[in-house]
């Protein structure tokens, strides 16, 4: 129920079946915890949650693991020092880690590490390009993306099939977030001709973020019209979320 009340963006309701939820298994609901505390601008409970596990790890030195900080949660918590030092040092254990690198993009957007992120996007397009082209090879030993989404592996007979469309947008859900992290920082760097370069990338507009920043690349080289397109696109998205979250509030619940 939490589930699904959380993917209709009713996160009252979703925030009440995770605190049920919680009383007889907390090690299950953590991460929902904070992220639908985080939603509905309840900071200090998000906090709250991390100092709960940090709390029953020491209660239960027996079953400790399950009780174990993530690092995406001390990035949604602000802690992203913290967060960027565990990303680095994954990264070191495993470069092509795709959840270890969209953090530290994370990580390195919400601390103003402008150049950084571009530097990190470009080498991530670059393997993504390399990695879409392979990917219309001869299909028998063909690569995809493992499940953690990052280095391509070699497609046997015991692995499931998986579809051309599957895999692009696995790929795609992946490139996406590089370059719209990328995309933030060149802009912000009024770095308008790589801003250019990145969006050109993002065939689709599927986010708020990727047709907002195309509608500015728009205004910039004032072609007003195609921008005007863009900034309804965008009002489009924002409607849709928001349009739950007006309606949503604790007390509802």
Not at 162 to 179: A, I
Request: aromatic share 8%; net charge negative; glycine share 6%.
């Amino acid at each position: 129920l939490a589930g699904l009340a959380e993917k209709s963006r009713a996160y009252a309701k979703a925030l009440h079946y995770c605190e049920l939820e919680f009383q007889s298994s907390p090690a299950t609901c953590f991460e929902s915890l904070i992220n639908i505390n985080k939603k509905l601008d309840q900071h200090e409970s998000a906090l709250g949650v991390l100092r709960n596990v940090e709390y029953l790890r020491k209660k239960h030195p027996a079953t400790a693991a399950q009780y174990t900080v993530r690092d995406s949660w001390l990035a949604k918590l602000g802690h992203w020092e913290v967060a960027l030092g565990r990303y680095e040092a994954r990264l070191q254990a495993n470069p092509n880690e795709a959840a270890g690198i969209a953090g530290k993009l994370k990580c390195l957007e919400a601390l103003g590490r402008w150049e950084e992120c571009i530097d990190i996007c470009t080498q991530q397009m670059q393997s993504f390009n390399k990695l879409e082209f392979a990917s219309t090879g001869s299909a028998e030993h063909s690569p995809v993306l493992d499940k953690g989404g990052t280095a391509p592996r070699t497609v046997s007979s015991d692995d499931p099939p998986e579809s051309d469309v599957e895999q692009k947008k696995r790929l795609f859900s992946l490139y996406t977030k590089s370059s719209t992290v990328g995309a933030t920082a060149a802009w912000s760097l009024n770095r308008w001709d790589t801003m250019d370069y990145i969006l050109n990338k993002n065939v689709e507009f599927d986010t708020v973020d990727v047709t907002l920043m195309k509608a500015a690349l728009f205004v910039h080289k004032e072609e007003f019209s195609q921008a005007s397109e863009l900034i309804d696109k965008t009002r489009l998205f924002l409607d849709e979320q928001l349009s739950g979250l007006l309606a949503e509030s604790y007390g509802r619940a």
